[in-house]
Structure formats: C-alpha cells, structure tokens
C-alpha cells in the first residue's frame, strides 16, 4: 500500500481502532496538515459576528470574546438591547473593567438600555424609541477607534420587531475601523446581515429544561 493510500485508510479509521503507530502516524500527517493550512493564513481584519438561533448561549459565546479582549487589554463596549429593566449579572461581573483607574477611561464601556422583554413592555413606541436610543449610543463606540470589540447584545430581537431597520445597522457597520470587531446576538438575525457578517454561528435548540421539564429560570444559568 503505498503511504497516501495508508493515510486514506487512517483517517477512515475512528482513532479508538487504530494501534499506537498508526496513531501517532495519524495524528503527525494531521499535525502537518493544520500547519499548512495555518501557514497560508495571515489576513487579519475586523470582523462582524452575528450569533443567532433558537438555542440558549447566544449573549454567553459573545461574552466570552468580551473576557477574551479584555485580557488582551482591548477596550470594549457593550450595549444591551433589550436588558436593562433589571441589573443582569454579567455587568456586576465586569465590573472591576468599568470602572476608571489612574486618571484613565474605562477599558469596559457597558451600557443595558432596554426596558426588559417585549410582552412586558407593551409598549411599541417606547420600545422603538429606547432601541433607537441605544442604537445612537452602540454607533458612538462602532466609530470609536479606540474600541477594538463592540457587543451589541439582542440587537436583533429589536430588528426583528421593526425597532430598527436592517438598512439602518448595516450602513453603522460600514462605519467601523477596518481592525475593530463587532457581534450582533439575539435570534432572528436578517438575511441581509447574515449575509454582510464574517462568522455566523447558529444557536439550534435540541433540549430545553423550561420547556421539558417547568423549570423556572436560575441565577448563573439564564441570568
């Protein structure tokens, strides 16, 4: 058998069938295989985000990059949609970011501008008028050099409600530095934005405990 045709046959078989040099052959060609792959890559950019779907961990995966930038020493800002009638955990977390230090600004900008879930409010004019309002205020960190990851939480909650516009945020994020990343969450997210995003990650629902089993939402988890 000549090598390609062995290494065909390896990465056919699972790894738990393989004995310890077939392995460590298989694993090796792989190894050298990302190397190339990672070697021809050396753009970098800016990027937009867009994390949507029915499933739970949308707002979490972004504040994750959020944690990410923040120990690279990046300035950020967040801008929460619909949150904002409660104080949500995660802006008690980042807290020691918020706050100035040595006469210098904030490394974490964190604004929740909601009014809380849409069936609460009630409300459409209002609704409207508070995602336009923190529309103006995200625009005012997307323009921002100085600010290399802008998080624009539920933001597509409010497009898909007709608050803003989809013509409206893809002209804000025309704006942006070529190096600056933004991420847009909520489920829903538009064609159209999908389209203009660099990654797209769809949350899918497969199990839920509120819906399966009556179980409330619990602090840690959902808030």
């Known amino acids: ?21 077939q392995y460590q052959r298989k694993m090796q060609r792989r190894k050298e295989v990302q190397e190339q792959r990672l070697a021809g890559m050396t753009a970098e950019k800016g990027l937009v985000i867009v994390h949507t ?9 972004a504040l994750g990059m959020v944690l990410r930038s923040l120990g690279h020493g990046y300035r950020v800002a967040i801008v929460q949609f619909i949150k904002g009638a409660w104080e949500p955990a995660e802006k008690a977390a980042f807290s020691p970011w918020s706050m100035a230090a040595d006469g210098r600004s904030p490394q974490l900008e964190f604004h929740a501008m909601g009014e809380g879930f ?27 050099p100085e ?9 597509n909650v409010a497009l898909k409600h007709g608050y803003l516009t989809v013509e409206q ?32 990650t769809e949350m ?6 509120f819906k399966e089993q009556g179980v409330k939402a619990q602090p840690g988890i959902e808030y």
């Open 147 to 155: 600010f290399k990851l802008v998080l624009l939480d539920e933001v």
């Open 53 to 61: 779907g029915n499933g739970k961990g949308k707002t979490t995966a």
């Open 204 to 209: 899918t629902l497969i199990k839920h405990p």
């Open 169 to 200: 945020v893809l002209t804000g994020l025309e704006q942006k530095p070529e190096d600056g990343h933004v991420i847009l969450t909520g489920r829903g997210a538009p064609a159209a934005l999908c389209d203009r995003a660099d990654l797209v």
């Open 118 to 144: 849409t069936w609460e409010t009630q409300d459409k004019e209002r609704d409207t008028q508070m995602a336009q309002r923190a529309w103006k205020k995200a625009l005012t960190f997307i323009q921002d």
């Open 1 to 21: 058998m000549s090598e390609s045709l062995e290494f065909m046959g390896l990465e056919r078989a699972t790894t738990g069938t393989l004995d310890a040099e």
